[in-house]
């Protein structure tokens, strides 16, 4: 019987064990490398120097750059207050910006300032990070902190940050290099305690120390598909010198330390109306990296982290605004979804007032909100599409209060 012959490439007859990979079709075969070379023909005949659409995307240099008034501007479309948290950001984008144009012609190299935000949950904080997004010539990618784990143990290693940069800009790597990147519930990796343990904390500590060579800037390798790094896997290698890293948390329990500092950082004979001056209602303001540091962060990862900004929480006029003003407000949204059904709903202002008055007491912020909306809305959702007319829908202040009370709100709030 013959012996079968190894397969080879159709176009250079190299055999498949002188290749990389060889991709059989029904035909005939090709090889990696005549696969490139032919794609570098394809490009050349797009005319000279011609880019891909990820690269022309993404081309800081061929786009006009906004400023941070007009950045600004365009998160007050979208985002209630936060006044200060929106400066911090657009400043923060305009720099990185001219990072990435600056060209080295002296010994002055423009190094990044990564942020760190404070705020309650429902403030703000990830919505921010999602409109900057759409407005962004960079790519842009958000991740969770609360997945990853020091490298060795059951979880995500830090790198599947850069995995999520990557695909995001189409496995782009000079795209991904000058990338923005969100963490997300930056809090939750804290350390446990100030006092050494025998056990490693793998997702809290372990995870901020991982982080460190990130944050600053080196060359990482990156599994392409996130996860778990094995060693017969490709690696791809990021330079992380340019990418802007921010980060967010709600630090639940940080104005408790930040009232102890303040009530005991005055030496010296002062008089009790200078100690009043601080406004006890919002003491997030007055956060720094030494309450950070008390929370849990480690001093080298503050040390990276240099800009620290908060987001105020959201008093009632926030709330209705945030109901009815942002291009996506709550009640946009749900008019939305009704027309759909050709109904047209209206919300009566003295009932939007009672969804406020109800959503503050809850202190979940933005996200307090849906729920109130949710459970107003519910009935209707689920009869309206079957009946048999369509027109218009009121909600009344009589019908969410009943609406309200049938969800047993306050007998679960109370509980």
């Known amino acids: 019987m013959a012996k079968k012959s190894s397969p080879f490439c159709s176009f250079c007859g190299r055999a498949e064990q002188e290749v990389e990979l060889l991709i059989t079709g029904v035909h005939g075969n090709i090889c990696n490398d005549c696969v490139r070379q032919a794609n570098s023909i394809i490009v050349d005949s797009n005319g000279e120097g011609a880019v891909s659409h990820t690269q022309a ?63 309650e949950t429902g403030t703000g904080k990830t919505l921010i990070a999602k409109t900057v997004a759409r407005i962004l010539q960079v790519p842009f990618a958000i991740a969770d902190a609360t997945v990853f784990t020091q490298a060795g143990y059951v979880g995500e290693d830090v790198e599947s940050i850069l995995t999520r940069l ?80 921010i980060c967010g948390g709600a630090f639940e329990g940080i104005d408790k330390m930040i009232a102890r500092r303040i009530e005991t950082s005055s030496i010296g004979f002062k008089s009790p109306t200078e100690k009043n001056k601080f406004d006890r209602s919002n003491l997030l303001q007055y956060v720094n990296a030494q309450d950070l540091r008390a929370f849990g962060l480690i001093p080298e990862l503050l040390g990276r982290l240099p800009v620290v900004t908060y987001l105020n929480p959201l008093d009632k006029d926030a709330l209705k605004r945030i109901l009815t003003e942002p291009k996506n407000a709550l009640i946009r949204q749900y008019k939305r979804l009704f027309e759909y059904e050709n109904i047209d709903l209206k919300v009566d202002e003295d009932a939007l007032e009672y969804m406020v008055d109800k959503a503050y007491t809850y202190k979940l912020g933005g996200r307090g909100l849906r729920t109130i909306c949710e459970m107003i809305l519910t009935d209707a959702m689920f009869e309206l599409p079957s009946a048999e007319h369509n027109g218009n829908f009121t909600i009344t202040l009589d019908y969410a209060k009943e609406k309200l009370e049938k969800s047993k709100l306050d007998i679960l709030r109370s509980a």
Do not use: W
């Open 166 to 245: 990557l695909q995001a800009c189409d496995y782009d790597v000079d795209a991904a290099q000058q990338g923005i990147v969100y963490i997300d519930e930056i809090d939750k990796i804290g350390r446990k305690s100030d006092n050494p343990s025998i056990t490693r904390d793998v997702s809290g500590e372990g995870v901020q120390q991982s982080l460190l060579k990130l944050l600053e800037g080196s060359e990482v390798l990156v599994p392409p598909q996130g996860g778990r790094k094995h060693p017969d896997q490709k690696m791809i290698k990021i330079n992380t010198q340019n990418i802007l890293f």
């Open 57 to 119: 995307k993404y081309d800081v240099s061929q786009h006009k750059i906004l400023k941070p008034k007009e950045i600004a501007a365009f998160m007050d479309q979208y985002i209630i207050g936060q006044d200060d948290a929106k400066k911090v950001m657009a400043v923060a984008m305009y720099n990185h910006y001219k990072r990435l144009k600056h060209v080295v012609e002296d010994d002055v190299e423009i190094e990044k300032s990564n942020i760190i935000m404070v705020g």
